[in-house]
């Protein structure tokens, strides 16, 4: 069931016509099943969103939903609404960060322009403290992404993250140079449908990779974010960092905005930094698509839903 409808809702979120549909109609009702993950499709929806988490003792990462666009149009038209949305925050007073992708910005368009859009973001982002997380997607846009990673760290831009995904065959590479140049890491499972060639196709070959990984991130890197909703991921980590006497102000927690609301408390109240992934906008179909696949019992509950409003 879990693989089947990992790959169901996989296939969805690629579908340029329902994408198009979502966006066009929006989430529908203020109580859609969408917004349980997804803090509004406005600015200003999502402001009042990331005040509320913040008041409630947490971190934020605010990401504007979008990825795989086709022109350079949207991508420009993408990275002038990180800017004002970074104009927003700052005039809010709440958190400084922000999550993008670099499909988004262009890159699947022309690369050097994508760069440049990049920079567009991290200029006024380093001016006003924002430290700037690019997500990783699948793996077509691994090398590219380090690469543009790389690229604008050896040009001294340092309020930069990157995520890595554990089921690639390729990350405890990646974790080791970025642990060499300093960089922070979020480390993720990885959310995309991959073949066995590049990624573990098992999920137990997937959870020991992410606990060898963290340990290598906890152990050797840079305030690395956990991101995970896995009680015994979590576990893993807090017994490590407890027996390597690593306080925990040397990394953070990270989940989804809507994801084991229960456990995001209890971290916080048990002393640990924890911070919520919130993303909003009008480009939030492939995103919701995603998050239906990660767990069978939204199958049922999209079902329901659907079914009561008829
Ligand atoms: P797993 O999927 O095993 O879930 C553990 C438990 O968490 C489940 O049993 C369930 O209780 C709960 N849960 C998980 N997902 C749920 C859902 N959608 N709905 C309801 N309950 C759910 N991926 C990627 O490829 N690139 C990226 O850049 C990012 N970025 C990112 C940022 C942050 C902050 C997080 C938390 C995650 C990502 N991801 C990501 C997604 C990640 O790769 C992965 O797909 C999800 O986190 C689900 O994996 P878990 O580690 O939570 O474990």
């Known amino acids: ?75 420009t038209a993408a990275t002038r609404e990180y800017v004002r949305l970074m ?19 262009g890159v699947d368009v022309d690369r050097a322009t994508c760069v440049d859009n990049l920079r567009r973001i991290l200029d006024p982002g380093a001016k006003h403290g924002f430290f700037v997380r690019i997500d990783m997607e699948n793996s077509p846009y691994t090398e590219v992404t380090l690469e543009i ?12 993250g990157v995520a890595l995904q554990a089921y690639l065959h390729r990350t405890e ?27 573990y196709q098992q999920k137990a070959e997937v959870e020991a990779a992410f606990n060898r990984l963290a340990r290598l991130l906890l152990d050797e890197g840079t305030y690395p974010a956990i991101a995970t909703h896995d009680p015994t ?20 927690f ?21 911070r919520i992934y919130v993303p909003f906008g009008r480009q939030w179909f492939p995103y919701f698509m995603r998050r239906l696949g990660e767990r069978p019992a939204n199958v049922a509950f999209v079902l329901r839903a659907l079914l009561s409003e008829r």
């Open 254 to 274: 990270q989940m989804l905005y809507g994801v084991r609301r229960d456990l995001q408390s209890s971290l916080v109240a048990d002393g640990y930094r924890m």
């Open 233 to 252: 991921r979590i576990a893993a980590t807090r017994e490590h960092a407890a027996a390597r006497r690593i306080s925990s102000d040397r990394f953070e």
């Open 173 to 199: 590479r990646d974790v080791r140079r970025m642990n060499e140049l300093g960089a922070r890491v979020r480390l993720v499972k990885g959310a995309y449908k991959e073949s066995a060639s590049v990624a």
């Open 87 to 105: 104009e927003v925050i700052v005039a809010s007073g709440i958190e400084r960060n922000v999550s993008l992708k670099l499909t988004q910005l």
């Open 1 to 75: 069931m879990y693989a089947g409808s990992k790959a169901f809702f996989y296939a969805l979120s690629r579908s340029a016509t329902l994408k198009r549909l979502a966006s066009t109609y929006g989430m529908a009702t203020p109580d859609s099943f969408a917004r349980r993950f997804i803090a509004g499709e406005t600015i200003d929806e999502a402001i009042d969103c990331a005040r509320r988490i913040q008041s409630q003792g947490f971190l934020l990462t605010l990401d504007y939903l979008g990825e795989s666009v086709r022109t350079l149009e949207e991508a």
């Open 149 to 160: 990673f790389e690229t604008l760290w050896q040009q001294d831009y340092r309020n930069i």
